[in-house]
């Protein structure tokens, strides 16, 4: 990656770590250490011209989500949230996919170390 022109890492932690909630103390770890990674990276390798940041989705409906609405909340359809969700639905795969495309692409020449929250600022994000 060095040899290259440019080059792009974008690593995905979690929302989860704006507060490091109650029961989730392995996952936390494996996030705040993905973070420190990524952070540490950034300023080692801007001078190779390689951004390295960090997106940090909220409850977004993937596999994981539904399974842990269902064992955290009791909630058997993920779209019943949607309501309360910040604009109206709860996070898709996609919204985060725009998220790192728009960090990898030629629009972004200029950010870097940073961490992206993909999570609306919602109930379920944090």
């Known amino acids: 990656m060095r040899e290259a022109k440019r080059g792009d890492i974008v690593m995905i932690s979690s929302a989860a770590t704006r507060s490091f909630g109650a029961n989730g103390a ?4 494996g996030k705040a250490a993905l973070e420190a990674l990524a952070m540490t990276l ?8 390689i951004r390295v940041n960090v997106v940090a989705p909220g409850l977004v409906e993937t596999e994981m989500g539904r399974r842990l609405v269902r064992a955290t909340a009791g909630v058997q359809d993920i779209r ?3 309501a309360d969700s910040p604009f109206g ?3 898709q795969p996609e919204d985060v996919a725009n998220v790192v495309r728009f960090l990898v692409s030629d629009s972004n020449s200029y950010v870097t ?6 999570d609306g600022s919602g109930p379920y994000g944090a």
């Open 42 to 49: 950034s300023k080692e390798e801007k001078r190779h011209d």
């Open 113 to 118: 170390g940073e961490r992206l929250y993909v």
């Open 26 to 29: 392995p996952y936390n770890m």
């Open 80 to 82: 019943t949230l949607d």
């Open 89 to 91: 639905h709860v996070c």
